[in-house]
């Protein structure tokens, strides 16, 4: 394909500077689970390719794991805490209801200047966060913003239920969203745009009970009924969620090839939201990518909602799987019912 082509993202080319991530020590096998839950090793391989995942000690909330995640983003960026102007926080498992837990993820970091807001998208809540990050620093109303997907979902689970519990992790993922000085390297040579090209975000709420925490805030504030009654952890409904994630996923990923003006072959990674390996299979069947360009690391960290890309993107690059002028979709999805893709063309030109 030619590669002079209209960007959609309009304004100054931008990229991500800075990956840091942070998972907690302590790991928990599917064979710990099956010990208080009746559930099995195999059962949760099969369904859901997952083999462990890591859990926050006592004391721990989503901030602390987003701190230290943040602080090894901007050592990769090579920038100084106070150069950051925003810190978004996208997490379904916030410290409080209020304060933002991006406040005190920027305090933590050392962003004390910086604007700081949570962001609530589900497990698509990643790919929001830098949609948000790319407009303000495309536009030229920031120069660096800081997206922190930060979850201590542990908290929220009900670890009774075991259509959920085995399902997610705890973990923190960072990126930095600077401004490129102009990079034109591309895979094949051409004079493809390095960064962020561009987005695809879509949501429908007529399935915002599918995947939801009931209780806690205004729609059911928190009674002893609602303690009782275990409605402050999560609730899924499984099928449901199922069938939109193989729905979506492809859909949301035509569009935004389609909006950059690629196709499916010009893909040299995907990087798909980490729920289940079953999806991302179905996914990638329909999509038609090969198997190599797919990255998945939940059977190591379960689903960890708006960490799991940055985990993934950070591990890629370790492993050489990420370059400098490779082609990378994002694809994140999950409670709102909520989606979003994002297209880059790796690397800082530097
Ligand atoms: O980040 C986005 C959010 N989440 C997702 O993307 C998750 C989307 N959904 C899924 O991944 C799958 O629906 C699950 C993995 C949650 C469940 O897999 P499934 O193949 O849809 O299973 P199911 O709900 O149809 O349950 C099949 C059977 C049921 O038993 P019966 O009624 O057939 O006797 C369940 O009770 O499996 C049972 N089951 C389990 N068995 C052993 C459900 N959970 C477990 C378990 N261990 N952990």
Not at 255 to 264: M, Q
Not at 309 to 317: F, Q, W
Request: glycine residues 14%; charged residues 20%.
């Amino acid at each position: 394909m030619s590669h002079s082509r209209l960007h959609p993202l309009l304004g100054r080319p931008i990229t991500i500077t800075g990956l840091g991530t942070y998972v907690p020590e302590k790991v928990v096998t599917n064979d710990d689970l099956s010990a208080s839950l009746e559930t099995s090793d195999e059962w949760i391989r099969q369904r859901t390719g997952i083999g462990e995942r890591r859990i926050a000690g006592p004391g721990v909330c989503a901030s602390d794991l987003g701190i230290l995640a943040a602080r090894e983003a901007l050592a990769d960026a090579g920038l100084e805490p106070g150069a950051i102007d925003l810190v978004i926080t996208p997490t379904i498992s916030p410290d409080q209801l209020m304060p933002a837990t991006a406040a005190r993820v920027a305090h933590g970091a050392g962003c004390d200047n910086a604007g700081a807001f949570d962001l609530s998208a589900g497990c698509a809540g990643f790919v929001f966060g830098l949609a948000m990050a790319a407009g303000q620093v495309a536009s030229g109303v920031r120069d660096n913003v800081l997206v922190v997907g930060a979850e201590a979902i542990s908290r929220i689970i009900d670890w009774e239920d075991r259509s959920t519990a085995i399902l997610f992790g705890d973990g923190a993922g960072a990126a930095v969203v600077s401004a490129l000085p102009g990079g034109t390297v591309s895979s094949d040579g051409g004079a493809a745009r390095l960064g962020i090209l561009g987005f695809d975000l879509g949501g429908d709420g007529s399935g915002a009970d599918s995947l939801s925490v009931p209780a806690g805030g205004s729609r059911m504030p928190a009674s002893c009924e609602t303690v009782q009654d275990r409605q402050h952890y999560l609730k899924m409904n499984g099928k449901e969620v199922y069938k939109f994630a193989t729905r979506v996923v492809t859909k949301s990923a035509g569009a935004v090839l389609a909006k950059c003006g690629y196709a499916v072959e010009d893909i040299d990674l995907f990087v798909p939201h980490q729920a289940n390996l079953r999806i991302i299979e179905g996914a990638v069947d329909k999509l038609g990518l090969p198997w190599e360009k797919v990255y998945t690391n939940l059977q190591k960290y379960g689903n960890t909602s708006s960490a799991s890309i940055p985990l993934c993107l950070k591990e890629a690059r370790a492993e050489g799987r990420l370059k400098d002028g490779d082609l990378v979709l994002l694809m994140g999805f999950g409670a709102g019912l909520s989606w979003g893709a994002c297209l880059m063309r790796w690397g800082t030109g530097a």
